[in-house]
Structures are given as C-alpha cells and as structure tokens.
Nanobody
Framework: QAQLVESGGGSVQTGSSLKLSCVAS????????MGWFRQAPGKAREFVAA????????YVADAFNGRFTISRKNAESTVFLQMNRLSEDDTAVYYC???????????????WGQGTQVTVSS
C-alpha cells in the first residue's frame, strides 16, 4: 500500500527558508513522478512543483519560480521542496503526491500524503 509522509513544516518568520521532505513507501519510487501542492485556508489546492522519475526534469509553477526548488533522492525514496524567501502568502498545508504515469503539473497525483503545515508570520 502506497504511503507518502511529509515532514519539515513549521512556523517561521517572513524571509526565512524551509526544506520539506516526503518519504514514500509501498511503491517503486523511481517509477513515479513526484510533486508538491499546497492549500491555503479558504483556497483551492494549487500545484507548486514536480520532478520526473529520474530527477532530470523539473517543473515549478510560475508563481514560485526563483524561490522554490524541487529535488529527489531515489535511493532514499524521498522528494524535497526547498522554499526560500517565504512570505505570509506561503502559509498553507503542503502536500506531496506521486504519479505513476509521469504526469507533471496541476493534474498529477495518484497518491497523496497527509500534508505538513507551513506558517509564515512577520
């Protein structure tokens, strides 16, 4: 049974950085494209970034380009999201997702984690 577990969230100040992690089990990790979404209070879930099976291809949504970076370590079945220059608008629950078909973008997602809370305050 597939399981994705996020970690690394927390409460930080504006301008800070955070690195989220997502560890996968129950799947052949290297066969899946991986992605991150987020959902802020009262808003729809939005796509943040995705990375291909090998890690060579990445796609970061325009709103986050230049601040957020996605990476993965297949040997550790882990995907990361490095977030820099955080603002209060980045406050949200961040979700990890895995896609067996290799889709990378807003429609991806066969399996989902439970999310990790990121709170940014001034």
């Amino acid at each position: 049974q597939a399981q994705l577990v996020e970690s690394g969230g927390g409460s930080v100040q504006t301008g800070s950085s955070l690195k989220l992690s997502c560890v996968a089990s129950g799947i052949i990790f290297s066969n899946y494209a991986m992605g991150w979404f987020r959902q802020a209070p009262g808003k729809a879930r939005e796509f943040v970034a995705a990375i291909s099976w090998t890690g060579v291809g990445t796609y970061v949504a325009d709103a986050f380009n230049g601040r957020f970076t996605i990476s993965r370590k297949n040997a550790e079945s882990t995907v990361f999201l490095q977030m820099n220059r955080l603002s209060e608008d980045d406050t949200a629950v961040y979700y990890c997702t895995a896609d067996a078909g290799g889709a990378m973008g807003p429609t991806m997602g066969d399996y989902w984690g439970q999310g990790t809370q990121v709170t940014v305050s001034s």
